[in-house]
């Protein structure tokens, strides 16, 4: 139990302290301009994956593996589906490959729990799932359309 505490501030710390600028302090991020309802959807997206790692991560501390598959197959690959082509277009390759990996990791961890119930292997593979958020967050950022 204490190693799984120990790795759960260890990520937490990770993702606080990571690093979106320049030592100037100017936004280098790759900008992605989507309008309104675009940018609602992604956010949205972004905001799921958030509070599904939160129920994720409750389970794995409850020991309740059930709730951790259930939680990561709602976000699964099967979760990217109905996403406009426009909105699709309008996205980098790179932010796809990674929005594509991230819900193949969710299906992983799903699998893997119901499969092995192994508390330590489910919080190792959120973990791998968070570098996903994070790098995302560091090479990223969306900003609405100008007219």
């Not at 260890?10 to 030592?23: G, K, N, T």
């Not at 100037?24 to 997206?45: F, H, M, N, P, W």
């Not at 277009?89 to 819900?103: N, S, V």
């Amino acid at each position: 139990m204490n190693k799984i505490k120990t790795m759960l501030l260890v990520f937490i710390i990770l993702v606080s302290s990571a690093v979106f600028s320049d030592e100037s302090g100017a936004d280098k991020r790759a900008t992605i301009y989507l309008d309104d309802e675009e940018r609602a959807i992604v956010l949205e997206e972004m905001r799921t994956f958030l509070s599904t790692i939160q129920k994720i991560t409750q389970g794995i501390v409850a020991d309740d593996m059930v709730q951790v598959s259930h939680a990561a197959k709602t976000m699964g690959n099967n979760a990217s589906a109905g996403v406009s082509l426009s909105l699709i277009f309008k996205l980098p390759l790179g932010f796809k490959l990674l929005a594509a990996d991230t819900h193949q990791k969710f299906d992983e961890i799903a699998i893997d729990a119901s499969s092995f119930a192994d508390r330590e292997h489910a919080l190792e593979q959120t973990s791998v799932l968070m570098k996903n958020c994070v790098s995302c967050h560091a090479t990223y950022r969306i900003d609405l359309e100008e007219d």
